[in-house]
């Protein structure tokens, strides 16, 4: 713990120097005024980002990916508030009790609200993170191959059983990303896998290409689809305020959030989706003002808001220890890592001390300038929601295009782009989700890398894979995930056939 303070006030030391403040102040400023605009989160923000920081210096980039993130995160909540339409599904709940208080005149209180519940969620979370990452970290160390191989599985079975509604969409979605990760030469006998003759693929499709693809293109192909003519009325905001009554209301919400959050962040597949719902209920049910929900009661902001964003804080934990993603977001920032040489996992904290530190004391920074900016800037973002849908998407692909072109200067790249645009259109017509393909094409090389290193050690005996109590309590919590289900929709059957006789 000791040891964690000391490295954390050298964090701080370097995050403070101009130009990182600078990084910081820049990502929080893009992270909001992205996550305002609807449909448009911060996965693809990050992806959109990461051709243009190639040639940043790598804690640099990862300052501002993480202030986007977190920015990101709070935008999504104003346009819940402003417009009933959640900029990213984490704000999907902002908008149930939200939405209510704008339309009756409170709309500065509700943007108050959530401003105060993020940095409440952002502060108790990382601090979460800054105790619980070096244990994890140093666990992890001591973890063999085939008890990593395990834990990959596991990220596998649940990014497919958590997200979507339908469990063959989710699989079919993580095949598609695990097909996509075997494009390339095959890493012990060299022999080229489904590189169709493509000189170019020989060292496999880059996930910056795979990333801004189905985020930004297929986003914008799929909302050009869509659109509609009409335009939503905004509702005008002043001067974001809160009185000592609406204080009364929820200090303890801003509190009890990131206690609900910050766990599920730190789960395979986690996400903030379900904590925040969580958050909501328990507020409805602890709150003393119950005629007031679904009318505009304040709790039901300040709980999941806080929620919201101690979770993007525990999503870093098994980030930055596990090399782990537990959301869109970290599964692209894994690419980032990716793009300069960097492996998260549990030696990052051994070999790269100062950039994990830096990034973690910026997290502080980033936070406390997400509440300094947002709650006077508010008025402003409410003015970005009038921008036309048109002018919005044809600046993103043309971002994206000489983005992804800036890269490696290859036309090939283009056309990937285009391919990866196409497919993340089809997935969203027909509901695939986005997630478990892009954790399939991150994990894969690693995933095969142990499983081999796994097999070699055991000398091709499947058994090999499972010969650690880690692995069997692993593999027994997979086997739970995907039986539960079946379970319940047996007992529940029974029960039927019980009632009708």
Avoid at 17 to 29: D, H, Q
């Amino acid at each position: 713990m000791i040891d964690s303070l000391a490295h954390l006030m050298d964090g701080f030391g370097a995050a403070l120097t101009p130009g990182n403040l600078l990084f910081a102040a820049l990502g929080v400023l893009l992270g909001t005024a992205i996550g305002v605009l609807p449909g448009i989160g911060p996965a693809m923000a990050v992806a959109l980002l990461l051709p243009v920081t190639y040639a940043f210096d790598p804690t640099g980039a990862f300052i501002m990916f993480a202030g986007i993130y977190f920015g990101a995160m709070f935008g999504g909540s104003t346009t819940s508030i402003l417009l009933n339409t959640p900029g990213e599904s984490a704000a999907v709940v902002a908008a149930i009790e939200g939405n209510p208080m704008a339309k009756s005149g409170r709309g500065a209180q509700a943007l108050a609200t959530a401003a105060i519940g993020h940095f409440v969620g952002g502060f108790l979370g990382v601090c979460g993170l800054v105790l619980l990452a070096p244990l994890v970290a140093s666990v992890a160390v001591d973890i063999g191959a085939p008890d990593y191989f395990a834990i990959m599985v596991l990220a596998f079975v649940a990014v497919t059983s958590v997200l979507g509604s339908s469990r063959i969409r989710g699989f079919a979605s993580l095949a598609l990303g695990l097909t996509i990760g075997l494009v390339g030469l095959d890493p012990i006998s060299g022999q080229p896998r489904l590189t169709f003759g493509v000189p170019q693929l020989a060292d496999g499709i880059d996930v910056v290409i795979v990333a801004v693809g189905l985020f930004a293109v297929g986003e914008a192909l799929w909302v050009a689809a869509h659109l509609r003519r009409t335009q939503q009325e905004v509702i005008p905001v002043g001067r974001p305020w809160l009185s000592k009554a609406d204080l009364k209301r929820t200090w303890k919400p801003w509190l009890r959030g990131p206690f609900i959050g910050f766990p599920f962040g730190s789960i395979p597949a986690g996400g903030a989706e379900i904590p925040t719902f969580l958050s909501y209920v328990t507020e409805r049910r602890l709150s003393k003002h119950k005629d007031e929900f679904g009318k505009g009661a304040i709790e039901g902001v300040a709980g999941p808001e806080a929620t919201n964003n101690a979770s993007a804080a525990g999503t870093l934990v098994p980030l930055l220890t596990l090399g782990l993603p537990t959301s869109a977001t970290a599964a692209v920032m894994i690419a980032a890592f990716q793009q300069y040489g960097l492996e998260p996992g549990p030696l990052l904290f051994t070999n790269e001390p100062d950039l994990v530190w830096t990034l973690i004391a910026s997290l502080f920074i980033g936070n406390a300038m997400l509440l300094l900016l947002n709650l006077p800037l508010a008025p402003v973002w409410a003015k970005l929601l009038k921008i036309p849908r048109p002018y919005l998407y044809a600046g993103i692909l043309l971002f994206a295009t000489l983005g992804t072109y800036a890269v490696n200067g290859s036309t090939v790249d283009l056309w990937l782009l285009l391919a990866f645009g196409l497919l993340g259109f089809t997935m969203r017509r027909f509901g695939l989700p986005i997630v478990p393909l892009i954790v399939g094409v991150i994990l894969l090389p690693n995933a095969e890398r142990q499983m081999r290193r796994a097999l070699q050690l055991s000398d091709g005996q499947v058994s090999g894979l499972v010969n650690s109590t880690f692995s069997a309590v692993v593999y027994t919590l997979i086997a739970a995930l995907l039986l539960f289900p079946l379970i319940r929709a047996l007992v529940a059957r029974v029960r039927r056939g019980t009632e009708a006789a």
